[in-house]
Nanobody, 125 residues
Framework: QVQLVESGGGLVQAGGSLRLACAASGRTFSTYAMGWFRQGPGKEREFVARISRNGGTTYYADSVKGRFTISRDNAKNTVYLQMNSLKPEDTAVYYC??????????????????WGQGSQVTVSS
């Protein structure tokens, strides 16, 4: 079992920055990969970023590449999403997710086993 608790969302103007954090508990944090997804109003939940167990490999959606950075601190059992140059289209509920079994495509929400509660990010124009 893994529990994920997110923090750090809020309201920001276009061009601004926010950092999301996701604190994990339960199973040893360094044994599984982590991802971030988001779901905008009226949209499907979509992949944002992923980081490997030791933090050495990262993946990003094209829409956020160069603006967002995923990182993790295994000593603190926490994964982060640094979001810079935010745009109104980044407005969404952001979810962290844990992939314990590496069984599918990393961009698919079905490949992740545990989810945080979600954190609202609103970018005003």
């Amino acid at each position: 079992q893994v529990q994920l608790v997110e923090s750090g969302g809020g309201l920001v103007q276009a061009g601004g920055s926010l950092r999301l954090a996701c604190a994990a508990s339960g199973r040893t944090f360094s044994t599984y990969a982590m991802g971030w997804f988001r779901q905008g109003p009226g949209k499907e939940r979509e992949f944002v970023a992923r980081i490997s167990r030791n933090g050495g490999t990262t993946y990003y959606a094209d829409s956020v590449k160069g603006r967002f950075t995923i990182s993790r601190d295994n000593a603190k059992n926490t994964v982060y999403l640094q979001m810079n140059s935010l745009k109104p289209e980044d407005t969404a509920v952001y979810y962290c997710a844990a992939d314990l079994y590496y069984g599918g495509r990393y961009t698919s929400k079905d490949s992740y086993d545990y989810w945080g509660q979600g954190s609202q990010v609103t970018v005003s124009s």
